[in-house]
């Protein structure tokens, strides 16, 4: 359901202090929504920080596989540099917010993803719903691969914000 895909970045409090930047800048979702801001898009030419966020109009895996440029302001940034480290190719990766006392709905995704916690705490918690898995990923730098192709949901059941960085990455 779960692994650590990669051990702790050693550069992960860069990350984390660059996308709490992005997040200030750019986030400017409602206050009764969960957000997301594009890291990558589908056009590297202009900036786009909603580029693939939200649900698929298309339905297909190969959608998400557009978004895989950088956005042209993050290259040569702590988050380029991360993205490198992986030593594989990402796509659709952005940041996505979770709000406080929060529930996504049960679904699946097309392909696994991987996350890299950025803002988080014990009461934040995947939930895989076949076969019944429950657990939480901390905020220690650590990548983790999850398998999204199973029906899951997420809920935030603190009175916090939590943060990940979310990257597609083909099986």
Known sequence: MYKQFKPVYPKFQEVV???????????????????QIAIQTDDNSEEDWRAGT???????????????KLQP????????EYLQWLDVP???ARLMLSREKSCYSVHHDFSPRLHLPLVTNPQCNFL????????????????????????????????????????????
């Open 17 to 35: 202090d660059q996308c709490l930047m992005l997040i200030d800048n750019h986030g400017d979702w409602d206050n009764n929504r969960d957000g």
């Open 54 to 68: 939200g649900k698929s109009k298309s339905k297909t895996a190969h959608w998400e596989q557009l978004f895989d």
């Open 73 to 80: 302001s993050l290259v040569g940034s702590p988050i380029d």
């Open 90 to 92: 990402v796509y659709r």
């Open 128 to 171: 895989i719903t076949k076969p019944l898995q429950m657990f939480h990923l901390p905020a220690d730098g650590t990548t983790t691969w999850v398998n999204t192709k199973l029906p899951h949901t997420f809920f935030n059941g603190s009175t916090e914000k939590r943060f990940h960085l979310v990257m597609i990455v083909k099986e």
